[in-house]
């Protein structure tokens, strides 16, 4: 008998979608039993997850094409994006294009890594898909997606993709054991950065931050969706803030018209603003509101202001 | 002029404070080594103990935390 069941195309079917994405996935040793995942995504660079480098400046990056050390260009914590430099020469591969329709709950994906034996895959799902959130790790990100599939910690890094295999995602972990993806537009957002520039600049505004927490009448009043407000307790000199008239006490209500939640919301909002942007901030003084101008200045360590 | 409060944990050493600025602007634990003119192992000293100061899983978190604690500079 020559008929082909269903469940025999459904497999072949998943092999094939993943070795076709293989190519695309690097491994990253860290250290003789560890490794991460990662993806070529456009020319030379390739990203993995920020934090697993723990401060690394170079890696051993195995690929179907061989090992090289490659040095970290660029590592975003907010956003738990790294950036890689795989050698020149190599063939150039064309970044995820943006492709339509976005990931929705339920879908199916395949998880696609790499160790230093070879391709790494699973298949799981969209357990959650929202709009753009701000992460506990104060970044900006494009649109919240969180996975269910079962996988180990050498997937951290690896390209999710839909079935029909458009690059969508790269697999982070989150809290409490969950598997979050940082869609690729905001990967190509700090990938953009880093081709543009060689290296990702970093806003500075220039003011150091506290909560403050309102009472429910002030909040009633000031027509505040959340407790709590951030307050500027600090203007750093020479600094964006100081040029703007920034000053402590100042309760910063809203960049740009979008309202600022908490400190952590400003943090991931001034994060994912490039350098040299302008902004308007609407802060609230002695209990009235007005509006500041400010332009962000490029962040440089000579501006670390450590000490106090 | 600063309006900063103490608050639990500890407040992070000037030190500290210098190490974690450069791990938010993502610079490695040499690049770190090099600024500050200490060895990476002392880097890695000065990180373990900012995320115990700071009850924070990540260096992304410890950053975050940082922050909201107004000792760090946005």
């Given at each position: 008998m020559n008929t082909t069941t269903v469940l025999q195309q459904w497999s072949r079917e998943r092999s094939a979608l993943a070795a076709a994405l293989a190519p695309r996935t690097v491994a990253i040793a860290l250290g003789r039993h560890r490794s991460l995942s990662g993806m070529r995504w456009r020319g030379p660079l390739a990203v993995t997850a920020?934090?697993?480098?723990?401060?690394?400046?170079e890696v051993l990056v195995i690929s179907d094409r061989g090992e090289q050390r490659a040095p970290v260009v660029a590592c975003d914590l907010a956003t738990d994006v790294a950036v890689l430099r795989l050698d020149a020469g190599q063939p150039l591969s064309p970044a995820p294009?943006?492709?339509?329709?976005a990931l929705a709950a339920g879908a199916g994906v395949v998880i696609v890594g790499r160790s230093q034996r070879g391709p790494l895959v699973g298949f799981g799902a969209v357990r959650a898909a929202g709009p753009a959130w701000r992460s506990r790790r104060g970044g900006a990100i494009a649109q919240r997606l969180e996975f269910e599939a079962a996988l180990?910690?050498?997937?951290?890094?690896a390209l999710v993709a839909d079935l029909a295999g458009a690059v969508k995602a790269m697999l982070v972990p989150g809290p409490r054991g969950s598997l979050l993806g940082i869609p690729a537009a905001t990967i190509d957002r700090v990938v953009a950065a880093v081709e543009q520039h060689g290296y990702l600049p970093r806003p500075y505004l220039g003011v150091r931050l506290q909560p403050l927490w309102l009472d429910d009448t002030t909040r009633a009043r000031w027509q505040r969706s959340t407790p709590s407000v951030a307050a500027v307790a600090g203007v750093a000199p020479d600094s964006p803030a100081q040029a703007a008239g920034l000053a402590a006490g100042d309760l910063l209500e809203a960049i740009d018209g979008v309202a600022v939640d908490d400190v952590e919301s400003l943090v991931a909002q001034i994060g994912a603003s490039a350098p040299g942007r302008r902004l308007a901030l609407r802060v609230r003084r002695g209990g009235e509101p007005q509006t500041l101008e400010v332009t962000l200045a490029e962040w440089r360590p000579a501006q670390r202001q450590g000490g106090r | 002029m600063n309006l900063i409060v103490q608050q639990a944990g500890g407040r992070l050493t000037s030190r500290e404070r210098e190490v974690l600025t450069l791990v938010a602007a993502g610079i490695s634990n040499k690049g770190i080594a090099r600024e500050l003119q200490v060895s990476p192992n002392t880097v890695k000293f000065h990180i373990a103990a900012i995320l115990e100061k700071l009850d924070a899983a990540s260096r992304a978190e410890a950053v975050v935390a940082a922050l909201r604690r107004g000792e760090l500079t946005l």
């Amino acid at each position: 008998m020559n008929t082909t069941t269903v469940l025999q195309q459904w497999s072949r079917e998943r092999s094939a979608l993943a070795a076709a994405l293989a190519p695309r996935t690097v491994a990253i040793a860290l250290g003789r039993h560890r490794s991460l995942s990662g993806m070529r995504w456009r020319g030379p660079l390739a990203v993995t997850a920020a934090e697993a480098l723990a401060g690394s400046d170079e890696v051993l990056v195995i690929s179907d094409r061989g090992e090289q050390r490659a040095p970290v260009v660029a590592c975003d914590l907010a956003t738990d994006v790294a950036v890689l430099r795989l050698d020149a020469g190599q063939p150039l591969s064309p970044a995820p294009a943006e492709e339509e329709p976005a990931l929705a709950a339920g879908a199916g994906v395949v998880i696609v890594g790499r160790s230093q034996r070879g391709p790494l895959v699973g298949f799981g799902a969209v357990r959650a898909a929202g709009p753009a959130w701000r992460s506990r790790r104060g970044g900006a990100i494009a649109q919240r997606l969180e996975f269910e599939a079962a996988l180990d910690g050498r997937f951290e890094g690896a390209l999710v993709a839909d079935l029909a295999g458009a690059v969508k995602a790269m697999l982070v972990p989150g809290p409490r054991g969950s598997l979050l993806g940082i869609p690729a537009a905001t990967i190509d957002r700090v990938v953009a950065a880093v081709e543009q520039h060689g290296y990702l600049p970093r806003p500075y505004l220039g003011v150091r931050l506290q909560p403050l927490w309102l009472d429910d009448t002030t909040r009633a009043r000031w027509q505040r969706s959340t407790p709590s407000v951030a307050a500027v307790a600090g203007v750093a000199p020479d600094s964006p803030a100081q040029a703007a008239g920034l000053a402590a006490g100042d309760l910063l209500e809203a960049i740009d018209g979008v309202a600022v939640d908490d400190v952590e919301s400003l943090v991931a909002q001034i994060g994912a603003s490039a350098p040299g942007r302008r902004l308007a901030l609407r802060v609230r003084r002695g209990g009235e509101p007005q509006t500041l101008e400010v332009t962000l200045a490029e962040w440089r360590p000579a501006q670390r202001q450590g000490g106090r | 002029m600063n309006l900063i409060v103490q608050q639990a944990g500890g407040r992070l050493t000037s030190r500290e404070r210098e190490v974690l600025t450069l791990v938010a602007a993502g610079i490695s634990n040499k690049g770190i080594a090099r600024e500050l003119q200490v060895s990476p192992n002392t880097v890695k000293f000065h990180i373990a103990a900012i995320l115990e100061k700071l009850d924070a899983a990540s260096r992304a978190e410890a950053v975050v935390a940082a922050l909201r604690r107004g000792e760090l500079t946005l």
